[in-house]
């Protein structure tokens, strides 16, 4: 058995370079459709088009990507210093591109809600915004999908965005892009797989009594990869023993939470969506929402060949794996179940209760109501669906205390944008310096964040569960 490859396209570092007489950063050149973007050559180019991926030599799907590839190409600003993009859309429909994890105006953030205009059908948008902070980002298309599977995150449109730092200490050997992804999505009225059931813990805002009602239609897929390749299709990542391999793991699923494990080896995590941890800490699995990042050191210590894949043998055996071949081994590779430990993000936090106090509280409470969408599920933040016309209203520099009453029975990633917030307590357990713009509330379960009122204008809050978003789950917050 063969590995998966390790990057689908990579980009070298560049310092980009604003254009004379261009826009101030964050604003939005709008030429007409189909016209060149003014203001000199761009930093960076992207294209939006059809594009091939060989998931195996003999299982080849066709989607939309970014320059050619899924994933798209390795993109690397640096912090504070002004990028141009120019976004090309080659296909029939408008299209958006997020900048996930970046304080940027809401005109750049490529989000219908926030105002940010579409790139148009073959035509083009100039955006221009200055990128921080440092860390691991990623780009997505942000458009609605609805009940059209082959839209939005639905679609081969993700990558890597990385934002180096002015400084780079540079403590490892080798680096490594690991994208996880499930593939030709469908609708089925069965349970989905879900990586968190078996995650034990307490369920605070699980009802007295549950709503029975059948379940409406919700996405799955049989399919999975590590980038490009399924487990077994590509080439595997070789490492030398005593190396210190530095891995950027993002969760770009549409559909689901995912756990996944290195036999014989521990993650040291370094960072949780790009940003630093306060106390860097080593564990066996590590559970990612979609749209939540984790950096990583991995100790090469353990020579062989293995599979660092899911946790779930089904997930895992459909492709969500890659090989790790240590130097002069030649073997089969292996699996070994990892033990069972809930995923904890306190384990790299400071004590609770060191933040300063809020000056507001905001309770958010979500539930499902079964089929209330025709065919699908409907979700509802504080007994509605979006729109929330004015209901959250932030007053620029005041210190907000937001807690998320999840009432599902399903874990929630919850992203807010431009923004990066501070846990303040998972289910009851207080912690303090995690730093994050995704968080997965546990089913039934409660989590506190604090955020700081400081990137004025429209601020979209969403769970990153496509279809959950499509049908309710999505608030807009204004700036007073």
């Known amino acids: 058995m063969a590995g998966a490859a390790t990057v689908g396209s990579a980009a070298a570092s560049f310092l980009p ?10 604003a939005v050149e709008i030429p007409k459709p189909g016209s060149a973007p003014v203001g000199g050559k761009a930093d960076i180019t992207l294209r939006i088009a059809p594009v091939t991926v060989p998931l195996t030599p003999s299982h080849i799907i066709s989607t939309i990507g970014y320059n050619g590839t899924s994933p798209g190409p390795i993109l690397r600003m640096r912090e504070g210093v002004p990028v141009t993009v120019d976004v090309f859309n080659e296909t029939d429909t408008p299209e958006y591109v997020h900048w996930h994890g970046l304080h940027i105006p809401p005109e750049a953030d490529g989000v219908e809600e926030e105002g940010s205009p579409a790139v148009p059908p073959h035509g083009s948008r100039r955006f221009q915004f200055t990128p921080r902070p440092a ?26 965005l990385m934002v180096d730092p002015s400084n780079d200490p540079g403590h490892y050997d080798q680096e490594i892009f690991l994208a996880l992804r ?18 034990s813990g307490p369920q605070p805002e699980r009802p007295a009594v549950l709503d029975t009602r059948p379940n409406g239609l919700d996405v799955d897929s049989l399919i999975y990869s590590i980038n490009d390749k399924v487990l077994g299709a590509g080439e595997p990542i070789r490492v030398r023993l005593g190396q210190r391999v530095l891995a950027h793991i993002l ?20 960072a949780l969506d790009g940003n630093p941890v306060p106390v860097p800490a080593s564990v066996e699995t590590l559970m990612l929402g979609p749209g939540e990042r984790v950096d990583a050191i991995i100790e090469m210590n353990q020579p062989g060949v293995w599979i660092l894949g899911g946790t779930v043998d089904m997930i895992r055996n459909s492709g969500l794996g890659v090989v790790i071949e240590y130097e002069n081994q030649h073997r089969e590779p292996q699996w070994v179940p990892p033990p069972l430990v809930p995923w904890d993000y306190t384990v790299f936090g400071r004590p609770g209760g060191a ?3 809020p000056d507001h509280t905001i309770d958010m409470v979500f539930e499902k109501i079964p089929s209330g969408a025709g065919q699908f599920n409907a979700w509802l933040v504080n007994g509605k669906q979006y729109p929330h016309d004015r209901e959250f209203v932030l007053q620029q520099g005041a210190r907000y205390r937001i807690v998320f009453h999840n009432r599902t029975d399903d874990a929630h990633p919850l992203h807010m944008h431009r923004h990066t917030f501070e846990l303040v307590d998972i289910n009851g357990k207080a912690t303090s310096g995690i730093m994050k713009d995704t968080v997965i509330v546990p089913l039934y379960g409660r989590a506190t964040v604090d ?5 004025p204008g429209l601020t979209l809050f969403h769970c990153h569960i496509q ?12 700036y007073a």
């Open 451 to 455: 955020l700081v009122a400081n990137q």
């Open 467 to 478: 279809q959950h978003m499509d049908y309710g789950f999505k608030a807009l917050f204004r």
């Open 135 to 160: 860390g691991t980002r990623w780009y997505h298309s942000h458009t609605m999908a609805m009940d059209d599977l082959h839209r939005s995150t639905y679609t081969g449109q993700f990558g890597f």
């Open 182 to 199: 499930d593939w030709e999505p469908f609708f089925t009225n069965q349970p989905m797989d879900t990586d968190e059931q078996g995650q």
């Open 17 to 26: 370079v604003r254009a004379q007489n261009a826009p101030p950063p964050g």
């Open 355 to 357: 933040q300063p106090a």
């Open 251 to 270: 969760n770009a699923s549409a559909i689901e939470n995912r756990s996944i494990a290195l036999p014989g080896h521990k993650f040291h995590v370094l």
